[in-house]
C-alpha cells in the first residue's frame, strides 16, 4: 500500500514538472511573432479610422493572428465601432493592417482612448507589444460663450465701454403689463373703467 502511494506521488511529480515548463513557456512572449506596429496610436476624429498595422518578423509560413479593439475612455458606436477579426498572412508576409472606424460626432470633447489586442496567433506566438492605446484626437473647437465682451447682448448698435446695457430692451415691457392687467379688471369691474383709464 505504502509503496503503491510513492508510486503515484513520484508519477504526478513527473506530471508537474513536464507540465510547469511548458506554461511557463507560454506565457513568454515570441520574440518573432505577432506584434503591434507601435504601443500608441492616434488618429483624428475626421479621419474616418484608425489604421492598425500588425508585423512580425518569422513569415517563412502562413498564419493568422485575431485582434479586437474595446473602449477605454471612447464609448463605442459613440466614439468609435468596435472590432474584433482575424488577420491571414501568407507565406513570405511580414506586415498586415485592420481599421477601426471613427466617429465625428461634431462635439467638442477631450481625447478618448480604445485598447487594441491581439490572441489567437498560429503557427507562431504573439509579440510584444501584443496591445496598444489608440488615441482619438478631437477636431471641433469649443464653443465661445461670448462673442462680444463689449456688445454681449448682440446689439445692433454696441454700446459705449462705460455702460453696456445702453440701447437695451427689457424682457418685459412694463407699460404692457400694466395694460394686461386694466383689461382683465375692466371686464371684471366695469364700474372702474374710469379709474384705469389712466393706466391703460
Not at 482612448?113 to 489608440?134: C, D, E, Q, R, S
Not at 415691457?173 to 386694466?182: D, G, M, R, T, V
Amino acid at each position: 500500500m505504502r509503496s503503491l502511494r510513492h508510486l503515484i506521488a513520484l508519477a504526478a511529480l513527473a506530471l508537474v514538472a513536464l507540465v510547469a515548463p511548458a506554461a511557463a513557456s507560454a506565457d513568454l512572449p515570441d520574440l518573432t511573432g505577432y506584434h503591434i506596429s507601435s504601443p500608441l496610436l492616434f488618429v483624428n476624429e475626421n479621419g474616418g479610422a484608425a489604421v492598425v498595422e500588425i508585423d512580425r518578423l518569422n513569415a517563412t509560413a502562413a498564419g493568422q493572428i485575431h485582434y479586437i479593439a474595446l473602449p477605454l475612455t471612447a464609448e463605442k458606436n459613440i466614439d468609435f465601432v468596435p472590432v474584433k477579426g482575424v488577420l491571414d498572412f501568407a507565406a513570405g508576409q511580414a506586415s498586415a493592417t485592420f481599421q477601426i472606424p471613427i466617429v465625428d460626432h461634431g462635439v467638442p470633447t477631450l481625447p478618448k482612448t480604445i485598447n487594441v489586442g491581439l490572441f489567437g496567433g498560429w503557427p507562431m506566438g504573439i509579440g510584444v507589444p501584443a496591445n496598444a492605446v489608440l488615441t482619438i484626437l478631437g477636431n471641433d473647437p469649443a464653443p465661445t460663450l461670448i462673442k462680444d465682451a463689449f456688445n454681449p447682448l448682440a446689439l445692433p448698435t454696441p454700446p459705449p465701454p462705460t455702460d453696456p446695457l445702453t440701447g437695451a430692451t427689457a424682457f418685459v415691457e412694463p407699460k404692457s403689463l400694466a395694460s394686461n392687467a386694466a383689461r382683465h379688471y375692466r371686464n371684471r369691474k366695469p364700474a372702474w373703467s374710469h379709474a384705469l383709464d389712466v393706466i391703460a
